[in-house]
């Protein structure tokens, strides 16, 4: 019986093959729903929900999920699709490794562990639907709201919020927005603004070393639940599909950016992340390479900051 029901819930466990796997599905999934919204063919689990790079499954324990990471990129709300081949297996690992050391020092993550090139096994968590971006730099939409040149030092740190809600454009919101419609409590902001500038500071230092400037970033964060008790724990991705990484000494974008302006090299700028992070084996960095991707453009490295294409996107995507 335990056995048919871990069958039921994964639609395979790893000894099964073939008929016992049928017969738990048939046995326990509800006909009128087709098999495969239910399970992907890929893995065979219950999907739990499809984001624009992730896809979330149910995990092997209660409480638990599995987060595949896809090759698909949008931006612009999704006004623009593409693929990156090879992104969700480099943003698995660069999560991972930036959630593994921000558990080392003292920030609770949701991430438990990565199991494969393109999954990680993390917590369920209520995602709490704000958007949390920290900047340090101004890029993308602070530079055009407020008509700052990009790559402008910020005077200090600064802490946005922004609703998730797509058919909203994910709209900026304050403090008093989010406690008056109850998406999160006071308490529960006061932990996550700590907690993003404590990210931050980790953070920036982590990519200083490797010669990389954290411009910006986003953050998302959910509840973590213990009975009555729940506490805020950082969830999601960080990768540079969420964060402004630039290049210390050329400039270069080595982030999303280069997708959204157009710039070509969005793998090799996110493999030379992994390396320099030292996730990738010498062999496994040696089969891309930003510079050689510049040269065959024709391009000569740039100066500090750079590339700095018009930004063309609607504010607060
Ligand atoms: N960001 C994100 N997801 C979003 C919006 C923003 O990961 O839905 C990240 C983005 O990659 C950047 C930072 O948050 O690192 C600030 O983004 P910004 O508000 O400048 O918007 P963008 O110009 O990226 O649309």
Redesign the pocket.
Known sequence: MIVSSVLCRYGHSPASKGRVTVFARVRFLPRAVPLDRQETKMTRRRQIYEGKAKILYEGPEPGTIIQYFKDDAT???AQKKGTISGKGVLNNRISEHVFTMLGLIGIPTHFIRRLNMREQLVRQVEIIPI?V?V?NVA??????RFGIEEGTMLPRTII?Y?Y?DDSLN?P?VSDEHIAAFGWASQDEMHDIADMAIRVNDFMAGMFAGVGIRL????LEFGRLFDGDFARVILADEISP????LWDMKTGDKL???RF?RDLGGEVEAYQEVARRLGLLTEEESAVLDLDEHRKARGKTPATVPTEAAP?T?????
């Open positions: 931006a612009f709300n958007e971006v900047r890029a993308g939409s602070i530079a055009k946005e922004y998730k994910d900026l411009v910006d970033f986003k599909d969420g964060c402004r982030d999303k950016d959204r930004d996107k609607p504010p607060a995507i």
